[in-house]
Structures are given as structure tokens and as C-alpha cells.
């Protein structure tokens, strides 16, 4: 129910811009203390600015590692977009692919469903996508191990990214906490980002999943720009003028809501 209710939160938010502490337990029909533990966890993910009596929503703000990112906040919201947006990610999928996995929560959801090919080989990022594949008798199985950030869940530093450059991937999932079409893709974190750049020249192919939250945002780090993306996924919930402009630079796909 916090899932939901907090998603509900930043679909109100998305419409309107801002609203009141007040509005929103109303809207949602609880009680105002639990709206503001609701905008107190929004905030620390850096998805909102908590403002006296509500919270406000800016278009294209900073993302940056101040925000105290929490992977697990974010794994936590928008699930049933991200399950969506998983599935038309499968579609593009073939057998005897070399997939490579970010540590995003979007790439997390698409190696939760990979069965059904034959020959697989994947490569993670971090443990999560480790360990949901490991049982796998289809599937080759590579970490590319290095230091373990637990704020990002993922495996940062030069071990990974030399892993990375060896290994000959024909399609690499990844996804990212900003994009737009004037600055691209961005990441809040340095070592992050570095090793996303390093897996997107790796790599035949790029395919970014992103929800619509993700969408007309900036963070900190320059990942890549739009001509270096292959395939952008995002949820029935983008705005569709910036669908149509990031068309212009890229192919975009966007999942219909699963009934």
C-alpha cells in the first residue's frame, strides 16, 4: 500500500506541480502524518523538494548524490510500470545474445523474467541480478565483481570497468536516474557513470529503460547523449511531447499499462 499510495503521490505531482499536505491525505484518504512520512521518503530519493504544508515538483532539476539515493526507495516505486517496461525489453531479446546488466532497478526487473531463451549469457553489475540468475541452467553467468557500493548496490571501481571493455556484449540493459534531450543521459554518481559510458562503447547495442519519472530530469554526470542510445523504454505515463522529441533522436518504445 505505500508503494501505490506513494506512486499516487508522484502521479499528482506530475500533473500539478505541487500540492498540499492537506490535498493529498484527502486525495488519498489517510491521515496527514502519513502523507508527510510519505513526502519525507519521496524526498530522500530525491523525487521531490519538501516544502511548509506540501511538497513541490520542479521539471528538469539536479539529481545529485546530496539527494542520499537509496536503491531500495527506488526499487520500491513504480513497480508495476517497471514490470511493463521489463516486458517490451524481452521483445527485443534474441537466444545467444551477451546481455550486461547496470545496477539500475529497471534493468533489475528485466533479468527477473529472463527465461525462455536458450544459450543466454549475462553479465551483472551488481548482486541483485547476480543472484536472481544464478539458478539459471540456461543462462552463462558472469559478475564483473570489484568494491561494492551498498547505497548503489552495484560493483564500482576498475575491476568492473576493465571486465567490462574485454567481454564482446551484444546488448546492454542500463538505465539512469535523468534524461533529456539537451543533456542526454545523466547519472548521480561519478563511478557510475563511468562505468555506464564504458558499457555503452562495450556494447552493439543500447537499450535505456526509463519510467516516466526519469524523463525531462538532469543529474549530475553525463552518461551519454540520446544519438548513443539505440532503444529508449519508458511507461504509458510519459508526456507525449517528450516522447515525440526524444523520437526524433532515437527509437522509443513505450509500454501499455498491464491490465
Not at 106 to 135: E, H, Y
Request: net charge neutral.
Amino acid at each position: 500500500m505505500q508503494e501505490v499510495r506513494r506512486n499516487k503521490i508522484m502521479d499528482i505531482l506530475k500533473e500539478y506541480k505541487s500540492a498540499t499536505v492537506s490535498d493529498l491525505a484527502s486525495n488519498l484518504n489517510v491521515s496527514e502524518m502519513t502523507i508527510h512520512r510519505d513526502l519525507d521518503m519521496l524526498q530522500k530519493a530525491g523525487l521531490l523538494i519538501k516544502k511548509r504544508g506540501g511538497a513541490l515538483l520542479e521539471e528538469a532539476r539536479t539529481i545529485n548524490e546530496d539527494t542520499d539515493y537509496s536503491y531500495n526507495i527506488f526499487q520500491n516505486l513504480y513497480i508495476k510500470e517497471k514490470n511493463a517496461i521489463a516486458k517490451e525489453a524481452l521483445k527485443l531479446i534474441s537466444d545467444r545474445e551477451t546481455l550486461i546488466f547496470d545496477n539500475s532497478t529497471s534493468a533489475f526487473a528485466v533479468a527477473k523474467i529472463l527465461d525462455g531463451f536458450n544459450q543466454l549469457t549475462a553479465i551483472a553489475t551488481n548482486p541483485g541480478v547476480f543472484n536472481v540468475l544464478m539458478n539459471s541452467s540456461k543462462i552463462t553467468l558472469y559478475s564483473t565483481g570489484g568494491l561494492y557500493s551498498p547505497q548503489s548496490n552495484s560493483f564500482i571501481g576498475s575491476v568492473p570497468e576493465d571486465f567490462t571493455v574485454k567481454m564482446k556484449i551484444s546488448t546492454c540493459i542500463i538505465g539512469a536516474m535523468g534524461v533529456s534531450l539537451e543533456y542526454g543521459v545523466t547519472d548521480p554518481f561519478p563511478s557510475e557513470a563511468v562505468l555506464k559510458r564504458k558499457i555503452i562503447t562495450s556494447a552493439d547495442r543500447v537499450v535505456l529503460l526509463v519510467d516516466h519519472m526519469k524523463l525531462n530530469k538532469i543529474s549530475t554526470e553525463k552518461v551519454a547523449d540520446i544519438k548513443n542510445i539505440d532503444f529508449i523504454i519508458t511507461d504509458w505515463k510519459a508526456d507525449k511531447k517528450i516522447i515525440k522529441e526524444l523520437s526524433q533522436k532515437t527509437n522509443v518504445i513505450v509500454a501499455s499499462e498491464q491490465k
